[in-house]
């Protein structure tokens, strides 16, 4: 089998096309990701500290994830799946008399990712904080 010149150029064309896309999808997924944590801080600086995730290291399953977010004195957590086509998993929102600003829920995950959590404190600062999760089989049709 022998390519023509013409030929040869327009397949390292579409070879290099296409190991571009993909880290243009991320780098854009990572932007959108910082996009929508600016857009819940109003662009606040956020700390380090005041907010956890519990969740586990290694999912083998991505459909149902358990995580826990906590953060002590909070009006508002919100949790950010970066590696999924939708970022934005939830926000819980804590009123003057619960009693704890906990949640636990389960997430869909469509591959290995960190999540995110951003907490609104009661003095109106904000933190943040990520976890890794390693998934074996993704969630989201992956």
């Given at each position: 089998?022998?390519?023509t010149r013409r030929e040869t150029l327009a397949i390292g064309a579409g070879a290099a096309?296409?190991?571009m896309l993909p880290v243009q999808g991320f780098a854009e997924a990572h932007a959108d990701l910082e996009a929508l944590v600016t857009e819940f801080t109003g662009g606040a600086?956020?700390?380090a500290e005041g907010v956890t995730i519990n969740a586990p290291e290694i999912a083998e399953n991505g459909n149902t994830v358990p995580i826990e977010v906590s953060a002590?004195?909070?009006?508002a957590i919100t949790v950010f799946a970066a590696g999924n086509p939708t970022p934005p998993v939830a926000t819980f929102r804590f009123g003057p008399m619960a009693?704890?600003?906990t949640a636990s829920t389960r997430i869909r995950l469509a591959k290995t990712q960190d999540i995110v959590a951003v907490a609104q404190l009661a003095d109106g600062s904000f933190a943040r904080t990520s976890a890794n999760v390693k998934v074996t089989i993704g969630g989201c049709g992956g």
């Open positions: 089998m022998t390519f096309l296409t190991v600086e956020t700390g002590p004195g909070a009006t009693a704890a600003q």
